[in-house]
């Protein structure tokens, strides 16, 4: 099986509490458009609902004004996007004695920008990635392409079991907030989304047993696409850029459809919701982490990363969930337990992956980088 064995996460350097960026981004919306007494109550009691502390710019908060069309925010994206992707993939690779050499594969999922060549392609050189490197931009699917990015690199393993993989994700979401539109959605989005970069180390199967790394396996995958909801989440792409489309339906679809797809993913596997150990979800939003803990039938701590990633965070696109990851990494649960991964995005669609992590004996190896790990 596929085996995560490292996450490495980045953030811009500057930290801005979620009051200041409310006062901040306030002023840059009503710049473009008639922001009126109401309509600015509405904005700060939409941030303060949120769950949201703080959050992670790409960008220093007086600088948001100058962004005056898509061409701007686009030419930030791709400048701090590479950034933020370099720092996370040296970290999840440096964690367990890996080197850019290693890489065989590289995975990138994004939907806050647009670049050709790539992200991807651009890190190749200052990264030191060797140049038969293969390379798989994924762009569109949203919150849910960290969830879809771990699936499709498993499924990429299962034919290439040698090889190392890396997933990454980047996104910049507040270089989306657009100047005018006083739209409920782009109020919410404008206090609801962060910035950030993780990169995920993934194993295939024979390589992971040379290497004996520790980590969990991905027991299987499972995508789910629901009819007629693509209006529910997504892009409306212009002149101006990004503007959000997000409805309240998003909690209708989870609560119409989550519980029978997650039970029927794990009946599938012999399990039952109470088998699984780990909660990795993606942290859409307090109503969103309130209804799948309802569906579910959840324990009120069993969200708790996802919870404490949001307001440390906001919700950072693809990128939240596996920074979700990197701490169930950092705190895994017994040997034998399973953990559930899972994300809903743009289509409306949504990616459950299974993970297990294995007996200590099944993970031993004398590997070089397992040797490293151990020193």
């Known amino acids: 099986m596929t085996r995560i064995v490292s996450v490495g996460t980045a953030v811009p350097p500057r930290t801005s509490a979620q009051a200041d960026i409310t006062d901040a981004f306030s002023q840059v919306i009503a710049s473009g458009g008639e922001l009126d007494g109401p309509r ?57 004695g890996l080197t850019p050499q290693d890489v065989d594969v590289l995975v990138l999922a994004s939907t806050t920008g647009v670049a050709a060549p790539s992200l991807d392609a651009r890190l190749v050189e200052p990264l030191g990635l060797r ?12 919150c849910v392409a960290g969830a879809a990015g771990v699936a499709r690199v498993h499924d990429h393993l299962r034919g290439d079991p040698d090889a190392v993989a890396v997933l990454l994700g980047v996104e910049l979401c507040s270089l989306t907030v657009q100047r005018d539109d006083t739209s409920t959605a782009n109020l919410v989005a404008s206090g609801l989304f962060g910035d950030g970069a993780a990169a995920v180390v993934l194993l295939g199967d024979r390589r992971a047993a040379e290497l004996g790394l520790p980590g969990p ?11 007629d909801t693509a209006g529910v989440m997504g892009w409306d792409v212009g ?25 029927g993913f794990l009946g599938g596997h012999d399990l039952a919701t109470g088998d699984v150990a780990r909660w990795v979800a993606h942290p859409g939003g307090p109503k969103v982490l309130e209804a799948v803990t309802e569906v579910l039938g959840l324990p009120d701590d069993a969200l708790s990363r996802s919870w404490e990633n949001l307001a440390e965070n906001g919700n950072m696109s693809s990128v939240s969930v596996l920074h979700v990851l990197a701490e169930t990494l950092a705190e895994p649960p017994a040997d034998g337990d399973h953990a559930l991964m899972f994300a809903m995005g743009p289509g409306f669609c949504a990616e459950l992956v299974l993970l297990r992590w294995p007996q200590a004996a099944a993970v031993a190896g004398d590997g070089r980088a397992g040797a490293a790990v151990a020193a």
Do not use: C, W
């Open 40 to 96: 600015r109550a509405l904005l700060h009691r939409l941030h303060g609902n949120t769950g949201v502390r703080q959050r992670h710019l790409a960008l220093p908060l007086e600088e948001y004004p100058q962004l005056d069309g898509f061409r701007s925010a686009n030419d930030a994206y791709v400048r701090v996007g590479l950034e933020l992707g370099e720092r996370a993939v040296r970290q999840a690779l440096g964690r367990v």
């Open 131 to 142: 140049p038969d490197v293969k390379r798989m931009p994924l762009f569109g699917l949203g």
């Open 217 to 227: 396996e991905v027991v299987g995958a499972r995508s789910r696409f629901y009819p």
């Open 239 to 263: 002149g101006s850029g990004f503007r959000i489309v997000l409805t309240t339906s998003v909690t209708d679809v989870v609560r119409q459809y989550l519980a029978d797809d997650v039970t």
